[in-house]
T-cell receptor, first 115, second 116 residues
Framework: GAVVSQHPSRVICKSGTSVKIECRSLDFQATTMFWYRQFPKQSLMLMATSNEGSKATYEQGVEKDKFLINHASLTLSTLTVTSAHPEDSSFYIC???????????FGPGTRLTVT | AQTVTQSQPEMSVQEAETVTLSCTYDTSESDYYLFWYKQPPSRQMILVIRQEAYKQQNATENRFSVNFQKAAKSFSLKISDSQLGDAAMYFCAYRSHRPLNEKLTFGTGTRLTIIP
């Protein structure tokens, strides 16, 4: 159990457009979901934490108007990169946690390329 | 704020040998969780091992074990009988025990190469 999926796995979009990435917990209800960004050969940087039905909590320096996070249900969170620019190109990873279990389950990641 | 430091950007080990990856952290909390995650070339994050700070006994998972030194704020990972499939980036991570603070703080990672 505890499988997390992400869709799409890869996406290429043009500068100025928006792109949505979905994160789903397939076999459990996720009380909290997390979104990370990972640059090549670097560690994971937490962007935001979201709980179902409430607004996401963004880390310092992350633009909440640019990276829109919606956590509409206990199994789905979405990250929308608005007005994407080449510097937004990166690997985005989501994770989810469930009640009373003190670990996060990670999705396979989404590679975003903005041209 | 908590910080996690991995001072070895790269390590290599001969297949079947043992290697230890270092991790230190800084926190003012007394109760927390520590993790080692593996990220192979597929980039899927895989939990290797976890340790609760209130437990004195070091966690073990088959060939993987930790040396948890709470007073020294050290949490090293030992991989025994290294296998080619162990080649990956390894990240040490910290999580507070507080219920409303579930976020993970990651170290910068150690790239482990297995020499056949």
């Amino acid at each position: 159990g505890a499988v997390v999926s992400q869709h799409p796995s890869r996406v290429i979009c043009k500068s100025g457009t928006s792109v949505k990435i979905e994160c789903r917990s397939l076999d459990f209800q996720a009380t909290t979901m997390f979104w990370y960004r990972q640059f090549p050969k670097q560690s994971l940087m937490l962007m935001a934490t979201s709980n179902e039905g409430s607004k996401a909590t963004y880390e310092q320096g992350v633009e909440k108007d640019k990276f829109l996070i919606n956590h509409a249900s206990l199994t789905l969170s979405t990250l929308t990169v608005t007005s994407a620019h080449p510097e937004d190109s990166s690997f985005y990873i989501c994770s989810a946690s469930k009640r009373a279990v003190h670990e996060q389950y990670f999705g396979p990641g989404t590679r975003l390329t903005v041209t | 704020a908590q910080t996690v430091t991995q001072s070895q950007p790269e390590m290599s080990v001969q297949e079947a040998e043992t290697v230890t990856l270092s991790c230190t952290y800084d926190t003012s909390e007394s109760d927390y969780y520590l993790f080692w995650y593996k990220q192979p070339p597929s980039r899927q994050m895989i939990l290797v091992i976890r340790q609760e700070a209130y437990k004195q006994q070091n966690a073990t998972e088959n060939r993987f074990s930790v040396n948890f030194q709470k007073a020294a704020k050290s949490f090293s990972l030992k991989i025994s009988d290294s296998q080619l499939g162990d080649a990956a980036m390894y990240f040490c991570a910290y999580r507070s025990h507080r219920p409303l603070n579930e976020k993970l703080t990651f170290g910068t990672g150690t790239r482990l190469t297995i020499i056949p």
